[in-house]
T-cell receptor, first 115, second 115 residues
Framework: DAGVIQSPRHEVTEMGQEVTLRCKPI?????LFWYRQTMMRGLELLIY????????DSGMPEDRFSAKMPNASFSTLKIQPSEPRDSAVYFCASSRRREGWETQYFGPGTRLLVL | AQSVTQPDIHITVSEGASLELRCNYSYGATPYLFWYVQSPGQGLQLLLK??????LVQGIKGFEAEFKRSQSSFNLRKPSVHWSDAAEYFC?????????????FGTGTRLTIIP
């Protein structure tokens, strides 16, 4: 069974450009999470969806960041315009929420470098 | 608000020696607690979790953790480490009311294994 799939694995872009990160959750999972990992701030939750609906976006840093989940098998995280301080590893995770806590399964991450 | 503290940024252990990684949490009620491991260039993998019941939890790869309510701790242990255990370890806490699936991660402990 395939795990969480993220693309691209690496992205190098110039300041001001639009960046789109993609995530395919594990089939059958109904919760999807976007995390950002940096040396300074560690691992922080940006936003999460349940049944394709955004539940908590309090971690989204600013209006330059947006996330969508048009269907159960695909999500995007977009940064427009990108800035050097957005350089980080972005992880997507998914879980199958039922009546209690379920394990979040993480993808391999997208390493973003904004020059 | 929930929070997690991992007081050790970096730990070095000899192969075959025992290991204990510390984790302290702050939460108003009994939390849900997790330990994840991240190998270089990889996503996070769940080692073990505590929801309720027996306070000594067994996980994968020979790891265990003990929940101590009086100390607000959830320390990770392994009796004998292997070179393949070199990685970064993250403790995380989630709210027990399950109204929100938001995990809060500690800053991580990097484990180095020496021969």
């Amino acid at each position: 069974d395939a795990g969480v799939i993220q693309s691209p694995r690496h992205e190098v872009t110039e300041m001001g450009q639009e960046v789109t990160l993609r995530c395919k959750p594990i089939s059958g999972h109904n919760s999807l999470f976007w995390y950002r990992q940096t040396m300074m701030r560690g691992l922080e939750l940006l936003i999460y969806f349940n049944n394709n609906v955004p539940i908590d976006d309090s971690g989204m840093p600013e209006d330059r960041f947006s996330a969508k989940m048009p269907n159960a098998s695909f999500s995007t995280l977009k940064i427009q315009p990108s800035e050097p301080r957005d350089s980080a590893v972005y992880f997507c995770a998914s879980s199958r929420r039922r009546e209690g806590w379920e394990t979040q399964y993480f993808g391999p991450g997208t390493r973003l470098l904004v020059l | 608000a929930q929070s997690v503290t991992q007081p050790d940024i970096h730990i070095t252990v000899s192969e075959g020696a025992s290991l204990e990684l510390r984790c302290n949490y702050s939460y108003g009620a009994t939390p849900y607690l997790f330990w994840y491991v991240q190998s270089p260039g990889q996503g996070l993998q769940l080692l073990l979790k505590y929801f309720s019941g027996d306070t000594l939890v067994q996980g994968i790869k020979g790891f265990e953790a003990e929940f101590k309510r009086s100390q607000s701790s959830f320390n990770l242990r392994k009796p004998s480490v292997h070179w393949s255990d070199a990685a970064e370890y993250f403790c995380a806490v989630g709210p027990s009311n399950f109204g929100n699936e938001k995990l809060t991660f500690g800053t991580g402990t990097r484990l180095t294994i020496i021969p």
